[in-house]
């Protein structure tokens, strides 16, 4: 499984951005909608942090309390995709944001969130600057 964050950027504080997180390389039989999502982030200098979680069958969301409110999880299993959706963000949301996959059919979907012990697939960052 391969995972690709897309659509970070420099915005203005107060301002809005939607990342899009791309599944691929699933196997003969496995599909995105057996896999729960993840998106994470890293500051620099602090520890990465779980942001938000949706389920693989979308009916279950979870969130950071510091984003609650402001940023939206949501997928759309027929393109393979995650989106998080942003707003009213602040300098610290600065940072890199991940996605992450659980193990799918075998994999303990978000309960382990905000922690990231059940993640075990994971795409390269990109980096959300908020700055005036």
């Known amino acids: 499984v391969q995972l690709q964050a897309s659509g970070g950027g420099l915005v203005q504080p107060g301002g809005s951005l939607t990342l899009s997180c791309a599944g691929s390389?699933?196997?003969?039989?496995?599909?995105?909608?057996?896999?729960?999502i993840g998106w994470f982030r890293q500051a620099p200098g602090k520890e990465r942090e779980g942001v938000s979680c949706?389920?693989?069958?979308?009916?279950?969301?979870y969130y950071t309390n510091s984003v609650k409110g402001r940023f939206t999880i949501s997928r759309d299993d027929a393109k393979n995709m995650v989106y998080l959706q942003m707003s009213s963000l602040s300098p610290q949301d600065t940072a890199v944001y991940f996605c992450?996959?659980?193990?799918?059919?075998?994999?303990?979907?978000?309960?382990?969130?905000?922690?990231?012990?059940?993640?075990?697939?994971w795409g390269k960052g990109t980096q959300v600057t908020v700055s005036s």
């Open positions: 992450a996959t659980d193990d799918g059919v075998l994999g303990r979907g978000c309960s382990q969130f905000p922690e990231d012990d059940g993640m075990v697939h």
């Open positions: 949706i389920s693989h069958s979308g009916m279950s969301t």
């Open positions: 390389g699933f196997a003969s039989g496995d599909t995105f909608d057996l896999y729960a």
